[in-house]
């Protein structure tokens, strides 16, 4: 935050100044009181575990400036404490105060796989032209975006900001404070429908994104989903689509592969712009289109954006690729649902010099009471791709490990239930020359067994 006062906190939220000065300056939130910047508001919120005001004290010590409370009515400190009815709500509305302080243009992404590579690389293709702001980490929740949208300063130029959803409402919550002139939809999948019950409901979910829309403002749609093809933007404003397909405005033509990295055209109306990327998987040609859509119309040219893209290496977590020790690791244990399990099985697949090529899976979480069938559907898949062994990790994955069985005898299965097994067996297992995926749920913690494979 520039130039954010006590005052200003409390024109915000509505708030009481129970004591200190409402001359305060502030300039970033904090939400955990064991880091506090100087000049911070330390903003305790009330979980399902964990009241955070009994940390107030120690936010202060670790050099919190002011503090919101909800469960206190007076107080008698040099420091400004803000009395709100809820610190939640009150967070949420210091986040669209803020926003409302700020002229750039912010791009919103939603979807339901992709949604931080495409943040990055649509990012990445603004920078030919831009000074930009892009979402830190995974700061994408009705917490995080208040807080991304305040450390947004007045040298940034555009912003790219990552909207997440968990649950009904959520987006229309986040979209309303970012308050965007582009949204971006990735796609329609089958994450979050344990809460949502079906795609269709995670469709109409993520087409709330457009409540935070402005008039004007244009919405990017992927023209290769079957949900969204036919999709049109809310009244006042404009839908482009991108994809593959001639349906789309921005199309990716001549897809083939050079040394393993997609390598395509990129077209629209009489533009025609060779493009290859640096990074694996033919999922990313979608996220290049969209990248190149919107630097497009932001003014940027298509090859200047294009040539931003060459140099884009991946996010840390999600599909990064390391050699280390003779072994070649795709570490893609961020997150997993089942596109982008298929995903990263495929960029596996494309490593030709790999003398065996193995797949170590976890579960897929948030799938719902069908989550057995779509893991063994990975599992028929895997019988389809050159894969040498199929390692588990988790309840549901054994449902890979069944299908494989059951599907493609030639492929080795091993199923783990702990963590500490599973790395005792990799460990003997792996061998100079093999080339493996770690894959799963970001609760299944695989990201600490890949660690262990390529960090020196």
């Not at 967070?91 to 919103?108: A, E, H, K």
């Not at 290496?313 to 999600?318: A, E, H, L």
């Not at 309840?395 to 299965?413: F, N, Q, S």
Request: proline share 3%.
């Amino acid at each position: 935050m520039v130039n954010m006062t006590v005052r200003e906190i409390l024109s915000a939220t509505g708030g009481e100044l129970l004591c200190g000065s409402e001359h305060t300056v502030l300039e970033h939130i904090s939400i955990d009181s064991r880091n506090q910047e100087e000049h911070s508001l330390f903003v305790p919120l009330i979980g399902e575990k964990v009241d955070a005001h009994r940390f107030i004290e120690q936010a202060f010590e670790n050099g919190a400036a002011a503090v919101l409370t909800s469960e206190h009515d007076s107080m008698d400190s040099e420091k400004p404490w803000i009395r709100v009815k809820d610190t939640k709500t009150a967070l949420q509305s210091i986040g669209s105060y803020y926003r409302n302080r700020l002229t750039l243009p912010l791009v919103g992404i939603t979807g339901s796989v992709g949604k931080t590579t495409t943040r990055e690389m649509v990012a990445c293709a603004l920078a030919a032209g831009f000074k930009v702001y892009k979402t830190p980490g995974n700061q994408n929740s009705q917490v995080g975006v208040p807080i991304t949208i305040s450390e947004i300063t007045p040298n940034d130029e555009i912003g790219v900001i990552e909207l997440g959803m968990s649950e009904p409402g959520e987006l229309t919550v986040i979209a309303k404070i970012a308050n965007i002139q582009m949204a971006v939809i990735t796609n329609i999948g089958v994450t979050h429908i344990e809460q949502l019950g079906s795609r269709e409901n995670i469709y109409k979910e993520k087409l709330t994104i457009q409540d935070g829309l402005t008039q004007g403002g244009i919405l990017f749609l992927n023209g290769d989903d079957d949900l969204l093809r036919e999709t049109k933007a809310k009244d006042g404003c404009r839908t482009i689509y991108y994809g593959t397909g001639e349906n789309s405005d921005y199309r990716a033509e001549d897809i083939h592969l050079e040394e393993g990295f997609p390598a395509f055209t990129a077209v629209c109306k009489n533009q025609r712009v060779p493009v290859r990327l640096a990074v694996m998987g033919s999922h990313n040609v979608l996220n290049a289109m969209v990248s190149l859509a919107v630097a497009a119309e932001c003014g940027i040219p298509m090859a200047a954006a294009a040539k931003r893209l060459s140099e884009f290496t991946g996010f840390k977590n999600r599909q990064q690729i390391y050699t280390h020790n003779g072994l070649t690791i795709i570490d893609d244990t961020y997150n997993a649902s089942p596109v982008s399990m298929k995903a990263g099985l495929e960029v596996l697949g494309s490593l030709t010099k790999a003398k065996r090529r193995i797949a170590v899976l976890a579960d897929m979480k948030e799938l719902g009471e069908d989550a057995p069938r779509y893991h063994y559907e990975i599992g028929e898949y895997i019988a389809e791709h050159p894969v040498y062994e199929v390692v588990t990790l988790g309840e549901l994955a054994g449902e890979i490990a069944r299908a494989v069985k059951e599907k493609a005898k030639g492929i080795l299965v091993k199923e783990f239930m702990e963590q500490e097994a599973l790395v005792v067996y990799l460990k003997e297992e792996l061998k100079e020359g093999d080339s493996v995926l770690f894959k799963g749920s970001n609760s299944m913690k695989l990201s600490q067994v890949a660690d262990q494979f390529h960090l020196v």
